[in-house]
């Protein structure tokens, strides 16, 4: 009896050893797992220069989509005809960007995220490539000298025959359009490989500037009424919910600009990130481009 009694104080030592092992357990990086789950603390640099990042990115769009709304609006060529916004379209607007968003919300709790993410993936690659290529196409022109050889090409569908024969799709293009293609291709390929935030960004640039460029609304009191509704919008779904931040951080689609507050700490492979809706840049943007278009007629 007397050789059977010290097992149970064995037993709990062994117990509390364990215990202390596992919490003086360090990982691969040597990192004390009691600290492995600390939040990063974005030093003041780190936070001013994000921020700083993204207001100057915001106005990167609104500036020379305003610009390039002026010229779009005098465009005789179909493929560049803007879409007018009427009274009716904004006060619609705000309803149906709520269907939206809740439904988003309502397939990220239902369905599996990561599935969901690859088919918006492939969506917005397509997209992003045509938007980026409409986006680098006056830039392009600029760079090649006249002496480029410039060959034209039309990409014409119709439907029906003879007398009944309507067109579908008829777009023009040359070679500089062509290579435009092809860099935005290469860019939609390194984002869809690599989700990389310099490929996000440059994907949300041409988004945000194409918006600007090709929404036009059709006088102020339009802007007044569109300006109006997301206002009551955002204050609902950002700060009444969880429902828009939740889904801005489950929708991996280049439909935000982020920029990394810890890019001084740990440079391009920075991860903890500021971010900005494209919609906190078109919707003020448009109605920028509508005052400049006002100006300059």
């Known amino acids: 009896m007397s050789e059977a009694e010290p097992a149970p104080a064995s037993a709990s030592e062994a117990a509390a ?9 360090t990982d691969s990086n040597g990192t004390e797992v009691l600290n492995a789950t600390a939040k990063f603390v974005a030093t003041p640099e780190g936070t001013a220069l994000a921020y700083g990042s993204l207001v100057f990115m915001a106005l990167l769009p609104i500036f020379f989509g305003a610009l390039r709304s002026v010229d779009c609006s005098k465009s005789k ?3 560049d005809m803007p879409e ?12 149906i960007a709520s269907c939206t968003l809740f439904g988003l919300y309502l397939f990220f709790k239902v369905f599996s995220q990561e ?68 860099v935005s291709s290469v860019v939609g390929v390194w984002y869809l490989l690599k989700k990389h935030w310099i490929a996000n960004n440059l994907f949300g640039l041409a988004f945000a500037l194409n918006g600007v460029e090709l929404l036009h609304l059709n ?13 009551v919008y955002d204050v609902f779904w950002v700060f009444g919910t969880n429902v828009m931040v939740t889904v801005a951080k489950s929708f ?18 920075a991860n903890n990130f500021a971010m900005l809706g494209l919609g906190d840049i078109v919707i003020p943007g448009i109605f920028i481009a509508l ?7």
């Open 17 to 25: 050893a364990a215990i202390l092992d596992a919490l003086n357990t």
């Open 77 to 79: 060529n179909a493929a």
């Open 84 to 95: 007018t916004i009427t009274s009716r379209d904004a006060a619609r607007f705000p309803i």
């Open 115 to 182: 599935y969901i993410n690859l088919l918006l993936s492939v969506y917005f690659f397509v997209l992003g490539v045509l938007a980026l290529s409409h986006t680098m196409s006056p830039l392009i022109s600029r760079i090649f000298p006249d002496s480029f050889p410039n060959k034209q090409f039309q990409l014409l569908f119709t439907q029906g025959s003879g007398e009944s024969k309507e067109e579908i799709v008829n777009y023009e293009f040359d070679n500089k359009n062509l290579i435009c293609l092809v």
């Open 219 to 231: 006088n102020v009191s339009t802007g007044c009424i569109l300006l109006g509704g997301l206002f």
């Open 252 to 269: 991996e689609a280049p439909i935000k600009l982020v920029f990394p507050q810890d890019l001084l700490e740990k440079g391009l492979q």
């Open 291 to 297: 005052l400049l278009r006002f100006d300059v007629r």
